[in-house]
């Protein structure tokens, strides 16, 4: 089907022109509202990073034209932030909103699941690895994500739906009045640095804390929590991306999947990610709003212009970058002397843990760095003791969401979709206890009514971190032996997080609307809170948690947790509530989850492209790359399900996944569940 293509314009680009307009004066010209503070608005929203623009539009779209929305940021445009790598609710999220993988990936690399690699700190050079698929690209795609961008995009998707997002304001936090009841909160906006409009004052029922570890609001309301044990620091930088893979040290490597690195003391994310830095926010919005437009127009895939030509079109820049950076224990003991390895603390960390390990040291000789991508002082990056928590998440006239109500640690990709949970499930109980304070009959009243509803939200929040918390700590003990990520933590994190009981997201046919996203947002926590997962994860702690960071687990304790992870397992398996298509998932799984070194294959839902090099979707109705418009062979777009499997709707992978094992006997490629180990004394079911 030819679908006639919206004409691209250049209504921003010259507009800034014509009005000389800075970027936050252009960004705001677009709200409905206009570029003026409003005196009154149900609700105020400080912050305009993802989860306050992901709040505000959930909140808007839910139920539309019910709430006024009013969005204040500081910042002149959307800026540089760390957490690039998304999980499938995110992308379940933007389904919703009509932001699928046709539009998407024109704007951000493909995401099809992630892979790890355990090295062996003894026995160097030597490793165990794990991969997951994403999701099937039919169905839906995953995303990496370059911040900016994402952002421009929410702020944009945000204003078309009636929610005002206001760039160069700041609010003054200290001369607020946050009170409880309908109408209460006096939130206080600074003048203007860069249009110079005079302070103002809003009136609003609620107001939302969207600061992320700032913690505006949050932090005057309780001290932060810290958790028991060791925190985490990151440090990180930007390098260039190669487009041949074929020489990078590690087997299986693809770099479309999430990648990591596991070490005793921690691991290094790797991250194929589009950067359009360097371009100007006007002709980004155009770009961005022809995008919305096409997808609005339900335009079909190969028929939108690709990345390149999109940059050409709108004189934009674009390159394919790689984001690499560690998070490791901060019980690190390093060195004294740090000086050979750089002249920044980051660069020191980053280049020491680069030089311990032989794997990584050849590894990133593939890639050169990029100084100053995001400007001046951009070269490197640190941020320390990473994991905390807001105790306190609401109160009379405010509540907090995101980051502003607690971080664990970048490991599985928790950061944007996890705390999504927070910001969509805030939104749908703001319309809740709003409505009902509506009919209180006196400010008391209202208040009262407002605090039963966000409740559960209170509880939701303070169940969320620990649970998450737990589960870093658990990945990173198992990440001192090689065995142990391989066959344990990796196993229990995909096992719990994807076949978690009553909420697959393959039962819902990869699609969610407003009546069951929150459900599954807040029951997923990435399995976290699923009791045989608790149960495997204490035990690795118990056990290995004691241990000396600087000393190797003792072989009985590494058989100790692999056969007590297994019993469970087992366990878990017969019950049948974890059914999923495990075999096509997983490499070196076979459908019960037996583990083997032998059984090397999987699905295939990506392949690179063979003029660019970027990963593509396999999808027969998707025949261009996205990024460069060539276009590619039938056989080089089909899916290739491995076992074979006859698919054209999600129903059948769920027959697939509920299949008994004695049904898949004399299938092609079915291998036999056999030990294989390379390393002494493996242990498997």
Known sequence: MTVSLATPKHTFTERAAAGNLNDAQILNSNNVAGSELPSESDVVVAGGGIH????????????????????????????????????????????????????????????????????????QGQYTDFCSNGTPGLFLSGFQIERPISELLFTLLAQRSGVNVYHGKQVDFRASKVEGGLTKNKIEIAK????????????????????????????????????????????????????????????????????????????????????????????????????????????????????????????????????IGFAVRNDVKYPEDMSKYGTREAERKFNYFVEKYDLIKQFMTNFELIEDLYGPGTTWFIRKSLTYQSPVVSGPGWLAIGDACGFTNPLHSPGITAAMSTSTYAAELTHKALEAAQSAKDTESAELSIRNTFAPYDDFSARLYPALNQMNAFNYVCFRDPRLGAQVSCLWQFFAGIGIPGWQLIRQDYNLNFDTYVPHSINWAWGSQVPEYDAVARKALELIAPIPLDESVPDATVREVIDFSNRVKKAAVDSNRFNFRWDGLLRYYDICLNYSEEKTFKD??????????????????????????????????????????????????????DAKPAARQGKERVVEVTVVPTLPNEVCV
């Open 52 to 123: 306050g623009l992901v709040y505000s539009i959930h909140l808007a779209k839910s139920k539309p034209g019910k709430l006024n929305v009013s969005l204040i940021e500081k910042n002149n445009k959307p800026g540089y932030k760390i957490g690039e790598s998304t999980l499938p609710l995110f992308s379940l999220w933007c389904k919703m909103h009509g932001l699928t993988g046709e539009y998407l990936l024109r704007l951000f690399g493909l995401k099809d699941g992630l892979c790890f690699y355990f090295l062996d700190r003894e026995n």
């Open 192 to 323: 203007g640095k860069t249009d110079g409009k005079p302070a103002a004052t809003i009136d609003s029922s609620l107001f939302v804390d969207a600061t992320g570890r700032f913690r505006q609001l949050a932090s005057k309301n309780a001290p932060i929590k810290r958790f028991e044990g060791w925190n985490y620091d990151a440090f990180w930088g930007y390098f260039s991306c190669p487009k041949d893979e074929s020489k990078i040290p590690l087997r299986f490597y693809e770099g479309l999947h999430t990648n990591h690195l596991c070490f005793p003391e921690g691991w290094a994310w790797i991250i194929r990610l589009p950067s359009w830095e360097g371009s100007p926010i006007p002709n980004l919005m155009d770009m961005i709003s022809y995008l919305l437009d096409l997808a609005e127009a339900e335009v079909p895939g190969d028929q939108v212009p690709s990345s390149e030509e999109l940059a050409e079109m709108f004189n934009l820049k674009f390159q394919w970058t790689t984001s």
């Open 604 to 657: 295939k839902f990506a392949r690179q492209c063979s003029h660019c090099a970027s990963w593509l979707v396999l999808r027969p109705d998707w025949r261009k790359c996205y990024t460069c418009g060539k276009e590619r062979t039938e056989e080089e777009a089909a899916v290739v399900w491995n076992p074979p499997l006859a698919v054209g709707e999600v129903k059948a992978l769920v027959r697939a996944s």
